[in-house]
């Protein structure tokens, strides 16, 4: 399943050293990062380290109807190992 994505905050809590890292590690499932804009907005999940954040991606998810997930939802999802 191909899903495009953005990210806020940090990836650390869920065993990822740098979002780059995790961003490889989507990519061998077929994700690609993308950027989340108003105009002609390609992302299908916003992924965040706090649900409750009220950072500017956060908000503009919300207002676009952009799936917000978890990084530690993502490695549930794919059953993934981060990288230390």
Do not use: H
Not at 31 to 43: D, F, G, I, P
Request: glycine share 6%; net charge negative.
């Amino acid at each position: 399943m191909s899903k495009k994505f953005e990210m806020t905050g940090s990836p650390k809590n869920a065993g990822f050293s740098t979002k780059s890292v995790f961003v490889e590690k989507m990519s061998e499932f077929g994700w690609e990062q993308a950027k989340m804009t108003k105009k002609n907005n390609v992302c299908d999940i916003l992924v965040t380290d706090d649900m409750s954040s009220t950072t500017r991606k956060v908000l503009l998810a919300n207002e676009l109807g952009v799936t917000i997930m978890t990084y530690t939802d993502i490695v549930e999802m794919f059953d993934l190992e981060g990288d230390y």
